[in-house]
């Protein structure tokens, strides 16, 4: 018997929704936003997305069955990374659609930042301005091997954490930009924080490394 255009259309929105039931959880999308940085253990993301390691396994699950995500064993642990640059190319679009649509979005962003001594971002275009007049360290905040799987050309890498006890490998009398996962990241906040205290000329990058890719700049990789 010949498929209904009712039965075709139900079954394909059917396939849609799969995707878009993997994406109703915040904890989800954090965990493709960390992934979309670099692969990582289950033990890893959740550390860094405050989960038990249970609850990270059980939305990574959730992500795989959608076919967001893939997983490899590596020894004891499972690493898990983004199915395909499509994701993270998805992962921005939302986001994009999320900041053109939701004033709250704005809304919280501003106040936090405000709180903060309203450390303003700086944008990617003027960045590139800045490091093409050799004036500028672009520094890498984020974890080693976040930048190892693809940083900013000429990025020196010093984890946030890592900053006050290797501060002296920062050039004195030049200007500091700090970048780490994107606008909403603050990692490179508390590093520009820092740095002004210590009397840097400090800037925070807005966009990330995928926000860079996205653009079709050029991104650099380190073999661990």
Not at 44 to 64: K, M, T
């Amino acid at each position: 018997m010949t498929t209904s255009h009712r039965h075709f259309k139900d079954a394909i929105y059917e396939q849609f929704a799969r995707v878009g039931k993997a994406l109703s959880a915040p904890k989800r999308l954090e965990l493709l936003d960390l992934l979309s940085q670099s692969p990582r253990t289950v033990e890893a993301l959740a550390e860094q997305a405050a989960l038990s390691v249970a609850n990270a396994s059980q939305h990574l699950q959730v992500l795989r069955a959608a076919r967001l995500v893939e997983a490899d064993k590596k020894g004891l642990y499972v690493e898990y990374r983004l199915a395909d640059v499509e994701v993270s190319r998805f992962f921005l679009s939302l986001r994009g659609l999320a900041e053109a649509r939701l004033a709250e979005l704005s809304q919280v962003t501003r106040e936090y930042f405000e709180e903060r001594g309203g450390v303003e971002g700086v944008g990617g275009d003027e960045l590139l301005r800045r490091v093409r007049s050799g004036k500028v360290t672009v520094l890498d905040v984020r974890p080693a091997e976040e930048y190892r799987a693809g940083h900013l050309p000429g990025a020196l890498s010093i984890p946030v954490g890592e900053l006050k006890a290797r501060l002296k490998e920062l050039p004195k009398g030049r200007e500091v930009v700090a970048y780490c996962r994107g606008p909403y990241c603050v990692m490179a906040l508390e590093a520009v924080e820092f740095l002004r205290e210590k009397g840097f000329e400090a800037h925070r990058l807005e966009q990330g490394v995928n926000d860079w890719r996205a653009r079709g700049w050029r991104v650099e990789h380190t073999v661990a």
